[in-house]
Each structure stands twice: as C-alpha cells, then as structure tokens.
C-alpha cells in the first residue's frame, strides 16, 4: 500500500480479510456461497479499505496472515460509470500491487469466454441492462431469443457463467455503494434492483455469483436481501466504529447552515454571502499554509441547481459571483450536468468536468451541480455549498452535503473550527425547513449513512480567543492531559518503530530507528540467555517434522500407525520463522536474524552466510514458539515509547501541525487510552439563536469572560439549570479568572476522558473547565461536570472521572461531578480516594450521589 491505513481501517481490512478466507474456503470445499458487508461512514476510507484487502486478495500479505488466492477474479458493481472510474483511479493512488493493466472497464466490445484471474472487472447498472450490447441474446431464463450481435461468441452473462463453473477461479461481486438497487418492495422492482439481485441469486442457467462483498455507509436494505437469497451464508459485517472515525480528523467537525430569518427572494443576497465565504476561507487556508507549511489547500464553492434550471438565472448566479469577487476568472467555472456538455448560460460558456477530475483541477473554483454529482462523489476541497433547490428537496441536499465533509488534508486543524467546517446556504428554505435539514444531517436520515460529524450549527458567528484571558491560562490550558480512544488493532513493537521513524525523521533523535531495534534485540538475548532450555527443545521442535503412516493390513483387516520423524526443510524452517516476525514485528525479525546470522558467521569463523541466515531463522522461530517471549518483548516496547514520548514532549509540542498529528496518531496506537496534549482553539462557530419544539425563537444566553468571545467579550451557552447554577457559583470565587464550555466532540480543543461501557472503551467530555489564581500565584484548573445521573452511561462515566482523578490529580484543584437530587446539587469530588472508592462500588450513579460520599455543592 502506498497509503499508511488509520488503525480503524487496518482493524476493518483484518477483518474483510477474515471473511474473504472462510468465503473462499466454503466455496471451493463446499460449494457454499456467502455474503458481508463493509459498513463505514462517508469519508472514513472505503475504497482505501477495499484497495488494502483487494492487494492482500490477489498477492497475499504476511501482515494480515493472508494467503492469495491465486484464482481470485472481482467484479467491481455500481450505479455510475463515473463512479467507477473514480474507484479505479483511487485503488492505484491507495494499492502500489493493484495498477491500471489489472482493472478492466467492460465496454459495449468486451467478449471473453470467462474472466481472468488476478484482474478486477468493473460494470455498471446500464451495462447489464436489457438493451446493452453485452446482454442482447440472453433472457433471463437462459434462452436465446434473438441473433447475438456482431457474431458475438458471448454474452456477459456467459462469460460470468463460465467463470463461476471453473473450478481454478472464486468470483467476487463487491457491490459499490451496496444500499442501491437492494430494495425488497414493490416499489424498489427497477431495472437496477433485477439486475443487481440476479448478480447475487443468478437466472437461468447462470448460477448465483458465489460471494457477494457490500460496500456503503448503508447496509440494512442488502443485508435484508441477502436473508432472502437461497442457499446463501451470511457472514457476520464488519463495521467501523463511527467515533473512531470521528476521531480520526478525516471528516469535517462542523457544518454551518444559512438561511434567511424573513420571508423573501434572497438569492442573490446569500450568493454574494457565499461568495465573501469562499474569499474568506480561502484566505484563511493561504494563512494557514503560510504558517505552517505543506500542501496548499484551494477551496471550491459548489451551486446545487434545480433539475431544469433556467440558463438567464444561472447567469445572474455567475454575474454575482464575479462582482463579488472579481479576481475570479471564466476559466473559474465548471459543470457536471448529466448532459456532459458545455452549458451556455447567457452571455457566460461553463465547460463540463467529469466529477472526479474536479478534485485535481484546481483552477475550478465554482461548481455547478444538480442531483447527479451526490452518488460516490466526493471533493475534499468544497468548503462552500449553495443550494437552489426547493424546501422539498431536502434529500438531495443532505445528500450532497454528505459528499463535502471530508477534510481537505485529510486531517484536523487543531482548535480552528473555520477551517474544519463547511458552509451551506439555503436561500430557498425557511428555518423550520433548515432545522429538518440539520436533524437529518445529525441523526442520520434522509441520506447515506451516519456522518460521524461534531456540530451542524444555523446561521453560525465566529468566536475567537478572549483578548482579556492571560497568556498563562493558554499554557496551563495547552498542557492539560486530554484521552482518546486507544486503537486495539496496533502492536507495540510497530508502535515504537513508527514513533521511531518520526522521531528521526523531525531530526529530534538521529538513529532512533536502530536504537529501537537494538533495544528490542536486547531483549530477545536476554530471553535468549534466560530461556535457553526451553529454546532448546523448540528449536528441535522446528526442525523436526512428526507424522504418521497408516498401515492397512489387507488379509486380517486391521489398521495400525506407525509415527515417524523427519528433518525439516527450508521451507518448513522459513514457514515457522515468518510466524514468529508477524508476533515481534517482521522488521525486528529480520534485523535480529541478521545480527544472529552475523554472531554465528564469526563464532564459527565460516563464510556461507546463507547456511548461518537458517540458523538464525531457527532461532527466532524457536523464540517465537514462546509465548512469554513476546508479552516482554512488547512491554519492553510499551516502556521505551512511553519514555521517549515523555522525553520530546514539549520539542514535539513546537512542531507544525502536519508533524504533530503523526505523533498523535502514534499515541493512540494503544490498547489503552494515552494522555496527549491539548491544542488551543482559534476559532469557534457557535449559535446565538435556538428554535423551541414549538416553532419560537430566543436568543442564546451570553456570557463574560469564557476563553473565547466575540467582538464585544461575550460567548454564547445554552446551559440547563444545574449548568447555570455551577456557572454562578464559579464566577463567584474569588480566585476566579475565566472559564471553558468543554465542547462536546472529538477534538484537540476538548478535553477528553476514556471510560469503559459494555466492554467497550467510549470518552466523557466533561461540561466545564475552570481557571483560577492561587494566593501563590500559581494557576489552578478545575474539571467539573453536571451530568445526570438517571442516564444509562452515567456511572460508567462516574468511574472513568474517578480512574482519571487517580492519575491526574496533581494536574487539577478540583475534578468534581454534580447533579440534581431532590431538588439539591450534590457534588462528588473525585481527588478524594474515599470518594472515588464509593464510586467504584456503587451500584448506579444515583446511589453514589444520595451515599455519604456525596456533598452539597457549595454556591
């Protein structure tokens, strides 16, 4: 792979990969055919994903464990051509095994008598269609009612018949976005819908394709047609964690929604507002780029139009945009019409852009668009979208918008919320109409999928830093020890390595990557020396083959076996070394076989250094055959990255933020949640005005001195009561200099604490941080959190407060939990070892709070 896979898309590969070797299996022994999902956000990786498992598929990959499968032959299913041919060009930017002679585009032309091994075959909904040229001669029963053309020797559907009967080759269907075309209602009988169900089922004489991989953020309406496919295994789907692709940065935290507060026609005011957006953001990114480094980011505005859209009010569109910002030329503008064509719109000429050009073209800085660019679609530069679509057409919206919320560095910029959002106007929408739009963005209706996304805020305004909050809080703030999620799937030894090639790359420890080598083999000699007897005998047991021979005795009609014992050979020795790589890491392996390799050479004082290489294999398969070798092997690791992470903490700290995200990453390749550090916000997009269930209005409550503000020092809450009260009290204290609305999302400016739900690890974002000066003149910090405590997660949470306060108590005053009982605020203060106690044998949260443990809170 050319991409390094996030750790939640290597745990999903591991676990595709899974099912593709027990499809495979079931079908070649069995003949049983079997179907799973890849279930995954929009944004978190897909097609990377499919690219990673695809490589391992056709090559094998001793990462995974995963043997290729030699007769492997994929068809690649979806919707749109374009679609495709976006798909093809991601797997050769993802996959360095996978290259465009691998992929085949069937055309109209395309005549083979089976499909090849080790190639992908992409086909769309109108290539199967019953007019295409590929299928003409063929019904659905099998029979051949018309002249095939052209002479042609075979139809596709021969061609996929023939394949599934050879007995050298597994067909694979991957679905691309699989939730298509899978309706089981009447309503859902289309054209696209037969094909695809005779793809799964087969007809006629085609038998049904023997395993079926569904692709989308979707799934339900697949996995309910594949309940109803006979004689089909349903394995179970793999499905990404949504928080961990939240977490992730790849997707954008915020989308910002505009629309106009009265009645009336608006377009031109809310283009020219759009326009001023993408001027702004614009400039924002160039500051960024400026200030930091690396690659340049060009922002894109995309207009969604109406299906028909009047070409004399598109050019008004046009001729707005360009007063507003004059710099941008003809050459700025571009379509995607389903026409495929050049448009004309008055006295203006707009090109057709094939959609996944739009991306690389960076002189397109307008988009004019209508329904058609929703499906697979994506533009990591389109931070503006404005949409002329009718109320009535929220769906499409939705949909669209899911298509604009990756990250356009495929990471976030830490505490600016500017450049994490995407602005979408709605001239032709009331409030009432937004708010639906902004419910189904959150909660996942009316598009494809959970976007894992941190806001969708109505007509947003910009806070930034309080000018009024010291320099010092902003320090004491950036060192507060913040948690992620922990990333099960990474290693401790390729954790240190990873951490050790950063390091040595940032120059901050020349070598590192051989230090932590050394490191390691140091270990594995003290092992070595420490287990020698044991090693002994599993050497032996390396290079010795056990068997048996059965013995038929053919007059008196019994059997016996008779064992025997055999020398391994190289093969076998080189089988049970690549073992025991994949538990220490295959680099460490390899660097310790060659320093055995070179021990042995001058010991023995011999030359042949492949003689003295198989030696050393056998030792470190012998090692490997040791469990206790690798559980201190790994908490060696474990030790010398946690030192190293401590030891260049603030030089790392002072690192743009490219370079500190992949020192983030790293810290999150754990089993256990990892402290890191807090990143100072510089932009905040918050709402000043709420609507009621009831269709009111009011405005947002404002407050002084939050550590961020607009222009006249205020920021806006909206608090509950229990909220309010704690704020009050607070602001009281004498020692009182600010506070912080923790927000409550994954993000470098959130101070995060991991907790263990249903054995699965979650993270509390408590409600408040507060600063305060000491009589010394030190500066105090304070986590209190008002949280209810008749939720179902409360006292899990509970728990997770009390195991941070353990460990981080010296960083804080105060780590105190409130809430509401009987009419009184109850405090629990966690710094207090009988109070975290309590907690910990408390059978829910409110016992803990009604226990003696709990305190009124002092207001």
């Known amino acids: ?87 093809r060009y991601r797997l050769t930017q993802a996959a360095d095994r996978i290259h465009m002679s691998d992929m085949v585009v069937v055309e109209a032309t395309f005549q083979r008598e089976k499909l090849q091994a080790g190639k992908i075959y992409f086909l769309n909904t109108q290539k199967l269609g019953k007019n295409s040229l590929l299928t003409r001669g063929h019904d659905a029963d099998g029979t051949f009612p018309e002249m095939r053309p052209d002479l042609r020797s075979y139809t596709i559907w021969d061609t996929i018949k023939n394949t599934i009967e050879d007995p050298d080759l597994t067909l694979y269907l991957i679905l691309d976005e699989a939730h298509r075309g899978m309706g089981v209602g009447a309503a859902a009988q289309n054209e696209r819908s037969t094909i695809v169900k005779r793809l799964i089922n087969g007809h006629g004489s085609v038998p049904a394709i023997p395993v079926v991989w569904g692709i989308s953020a979707t799934v339900d309406r697949f996995n309910k047609a594949m309940e109803g496919a006979e004689g089909r295994t349903t394995l179970p789907n793999v499905t990404v964690n949504a928080a961990l692709v939240q977490d992730s940065g790849l997707l954008k935290d915020v989308i ?33 780029t400026k200030a930091e480094g690396g690659q340049a ?11 028909k859209p009047d070409p004399a009010t598109v050019a008004e569109w046009i001729k707005t945009i360009r007063e507003t910002w004059p710099d941008l030329t003809a050459e700025a503008f571009a379509n995607v019409f389903g026409e495929h064509r050049t448009e004309a719109f008055g006295p203006y000429s707009v090109p057709y852009v094939e959609p996944q050009d739009v991306q690389e073209r960076k002189h397109i800085r307008v988009l004019i668009a209508k329904s058609a660019i929703s499906t697979g679609w994506d533009c990591p530069r389109a931070e503006v979208m404005v949409s002329f679509r009718a109320a009535t057409d929220r769906t499409h919206i939705t949909q669209l918008l899911g298509r604009m919320v990756r990250s356009p560095l495929a ?23 937004v708010v639906a739009v902004a419910n189904a963005l959150m909660q996942g209706g009316g598009w494809d999928g959970d976007m894992p996304l941190r806001s969708v805020v109505i007509n947003a305004q910009e806070m930034k830093p309080n000018p009024a909050v010291p320099e010092s809080v902003w320090q004491r703030f950036e060192a507060l020890p913040s948690q992620g999620l922990p990333q099960r799937t990474s290693k401790p030894v390729a954790r240190l390595t990873a951490l050790a090639h950063e390091l040595s790359r940032d120059k901050l420890l020349p070598g590192a990557g051989k230090a932590a080598h050394a490191a390691m083999h140091a270990v594995l000699d003290a092992e070595t020396v420490r287990l020698a007897e044991a090693i002994a005998l599993k050497r032996q047991d390396v290079l010795e083959v056990e068997g048996a021979v059965l013995i038929a005795n053919l007059q008196g009609g019994g059997t ?13 020795i080189e089988d049970a070394y690549r073992r025991a790589a994949r538990q220490f890491s295959p680099d460490v392996a390899k660097t310790y076989a060659d320093l055995i390799a070179a021990r042995l050479m001058v010991e023995r004082g011999i030359d042949d ?50 370079r500190r995200e992949d020192y983030r990453v790293i810290r999150g390749m754990s089993d256990a949640p990892q402290d890191v550090d807090m990143a100072r916000p510089i932009s905040r997009l918050e709402a000043t005005v709420v609507r009621e269930e009831n269709g009111t209005e009011r405005t947002v409550p404002m407050f002084e001195h939050h550590l961020m503000c607009d222009a006249e020092g205020l920021y806006p809450a909206d608090l509950n009561w229990p909220e309010k009260r704690v704020l009050a009290a ?31 690890w979650r993270v509390v974002r408590p409600d408040f941080l507060f600063f305060a000066q000491e009589a010394d003149g030190s500066l105090a910090v304070d986590i209190i959190d008002p949280h209810g405590s008749y939720l179902a997660d409360a006292l899990p949470k509970l728990k997770g407060l009390a195991d941070y306060a353990e460990s981080h108590s010296a960083e804080f005053r105060r780590i105190e939990a ?6 009184v605020l109850k405090v629990l203060d966690l710094t207090d070892p009988d109070v975290r106690a309590a907690v910990r044998t408390a059978v829910s949260a409110a016992a803990a709070y009604k226990g003696p443990a709990a305190k009124a809170y002092a207001i």
């Open 411 to 433: 990471r976030r910029i830490p505490g600016n919320e500017k450049l994490n959002s995407v602005d979408c106007l709605l001239p032709k929408f009331n409030r009432e109409a």
């Open 609 to 658: 250094d492949e003689e003295a290489l198989i030696d050393a294999h056998t030792d470190v398969a012998a090692l490997g055959l040791l469990p206790e070798v690798k559980l201190d092997l790994e908490k060696a690791a474990t030790a010398l990255t946690n030192d190293w992470f401590e030891q260049y903490r603030e030089t790392i700290r002072s690192l743009p933020d490219e």
């Open 256 to 288: 910002v929604l505009d629309t106009p507060d009265e009645v009336g026609a608006f377009d031109t005011v809310l283009l020219k507002r759009a326009t001023t957006k993408l001027k702004e953001i614009s400039a924002a990114w160039d500051a960024y």
């Open 730 to 760: 607070e602001a009281k204290r004498e020692s009182f200099i600010g506070w912080y609305r923790n927000p409550p999302r994954a993000s470098q400016d959130s101070l995060g604490i991991a907790y263990e739900l249903d054995g699965a």
């Open 560 to 572: 016996s076996f008779d064992a025997f014992v055999e020398r391994a050979d190289f093969a076998v």
């Open 818 to 823: 409130v809430d509401e009982i009987d009419g």
């Open 1 to 87: 792979m050319k991409f390094t896979l996030i750790n939640y898309q290597e745990e999903a590969v591991r676990d595709v990969l899974k099912r593709l070797h027990k499809a495979r299996k079931d079908w070649r022994e069995d003949r049983y055919q079997s179907a799973f999902s890849l279930t995954a956000a929009t944004g978190a990786g897909k097609t990377v994903m499919a690219a990673a498992a695809l490589e391992a598929l056709f090559h094998g990959d001793d990462k995974f464990d995963f043997t290729r499968d030699p007769g492997a032959v994929v068809i690649w299913f979806s919707d749109d051509p374009s679609l495709n041919e976006q798909t």
């Open 297 to 307: 980011v060009t922002p894109l505005m995309v207009l969604q139009a109406p299906d």
